[in-house]
């Protein structure tokens, strides 16, 4: 059970609770009549309140979202070490490693953060979903964001915004620039992509942090959200991820596509308070850095 407790000021005296809950804190219709249906769903003062009543400063609203059911009962427990950098009661952010899936596959059971995250619930003592916003290929690192509430997943679903952090071969010609060429796959049920001109939209932003003249660490942010967007974007303008077996050469380098989520920023579901956190470089990327002497 997560209840949510709203003051209410001098700003928003006078508003009924449905256009409080809407407008001031972005909860939808259809979220309303849930809440509607428990005895203990709204409250003003401590005492059942309906959509119509008057808000006065003063008041105290709380809104209270019953336990829900879980899907964690599917999941082997994982006791894998991955670092949290932010959690608070409604969301959490992981900084999740290489080689570890987001979601259970054919083959993938017991190892991916779903498994971490059951275990770290176990923990807490409390039943939730599992509600990652964001998924990352099994060798990308970073930011996961994950929404502990119905109401939380709601309120934040594509409503946030990443940069991704890569090392790529070459040093592009423009420190900056912004690349808008479709994507589609190069072959049906194949999982490449290739540039073509019937392919979907895709728009990438990029920005070159540091170079050595061979190798260049660069940020990414995505306008379109294109499967591998920037593997195929960067590879096909001639700068391919350092390691990316797809899109380029293995390297002795490092064992896969050297990109991460670096941070993620959202409206915090309750308070909406713009959140960035922050998820540091993994030890194979921090270690090619260092090496090649690409300082930010």
Request: net charge neutral; with cysteine; proline share 5%.
């Amino acid at each position: 059970m997560r209840e949510i407790h709203y003051e209410i000021t001098a700003q928003d005296a006078g508003l009924t609770i449905e256009p409080f809950l809407k407008k001031r804190h972005g909860y939808s219709t259809r979220t309303i009549v849930k809440l509607k249906h428990y005895p203990e769903g709204i409250r003003l003062n401590g005492v059942h309140a309906r959509t119509i009543d008057l808000l006065k400063e003063g008041d105290v609203l709380t809104i209270t979202f019953l336990d829900q059911d879980s899907n964690l009962d599917h999941y082997i427990r994982s006791n894998a070490q991955v670092e949290i950098c932010y959690e608070d009661a409604d969301v959490m952010v992981y900084n999740k490693p290489p080689f570890m899936p987001c979601h259970q596959s054919c083959g993938h059971a017991a190892d991916t953060l779903a498994n971490v995250f059951a275990a770290h619930c176990d923990r807490l003592g409390q039943t939730l979903m599992y509600r990652p916003l964001n998924r990352l290929d099994r060798d990308t690192t970073g930011a996961v964001l994950i929404a502990k509430t119905r109401f939380a997943a709601a309120s934040i679903t594509g409503g946030f915004d990443k940069v991704y952090r890569a090392l790529v071969c070459g040093v592009p010609k423009l420190r900056e620039g912004r690349i808008d060429l479709p994507i589609r796959r190069e072959f049906p049920e194949e999982m490449r992509r290739i540039v073509a001109e019937d392919g979907q939209r895709a728009v990438t932003n990029y920005k070159v942090l540091a170079d050595d003249g061979v190798y260049s660490l660069v940020d990414f942010t995505l306008e379109t959200g294109r499967t591998h967007q920037i593997r195929v974007h960067m590879s096909h303008m001639g700068y391919p991820l350092l390691g990316d077996p797809m899109y380029g050469e293995i390297s002795p380098l490092i064992g896969r596509q050297a990109l991460h989520c670096a941070s993620i920023c959202f409206a915090h579901p309750v308070s909406r308070e713009k959140i960035r956190v922050n998820c540091p470089l993994p030890q194979d990327m921090q270690q090619i850095c260092d090496k090649l002497g690409l300082r930010i």
